[in-house]
């Protein structure tokens, strides 16, 4: 059974900064694609950056310039560095990962249980 853990969420100020992990436990065989998603009250959620296994990144042209995306495959991890965030920052986060559980089973999507990132302006 896979389970994602995500942490670093919280309360911070208008161009203050922030640092959420996800790591991934269980029956892991490969990690594809890792990521990071946000849903503020009212909206639908949407994807904020993303990583695959070659590193290669994609970020929200929102957060360009602010936020950087990162993973650790030896701890099956992935991090989002949040810089200089704003107050429509605001939202929960979270991680999802492209993976597969063992060798007989295909690619399929698994979620964090979500990180609440509130910025006060």
């Known amino acids: 059974q896979v389970q994602l853990v995500e942490s670093g969420g919280g309360l911070v100020q208008a161009g203050g900064s922030l640092r959420l992990s996800c790591a991934a436990s269980?029956?892991?065989?490969?990690?594809?694609?890792m990521g990071w998603y946000r849903q503020a009250p009212g909206k639908q959620r949407e994807l904020v950056a993303s990583i695959d296994s070659g590193g290669v990144t994609n970020l929200a042209d929102s957060v360009k310039g602010r936020f950087t995306i990162s993973r650790d495959n030896a701890k099956n991890t992935v991090y989002l560095q949040m810089n200089s965030l704003k107050p429509e920052d605001t939202a929960v986060y979270y991680c999802?990962?492209?993976?597969?559980?063992?060798?007989?089973?295909?690619?399929?999507?698994?979620w964090g249980q979500g990180t609440q990132v509130t910025v006060s302006s």
């Open positions: 269980g029956n892991i065989f490969r990690i594809d694609l």
């Open positions: 999802n990962f492209r993976l597969r559980p063992n060798w007989a089973q295909s690619f399929a999507q698994y």
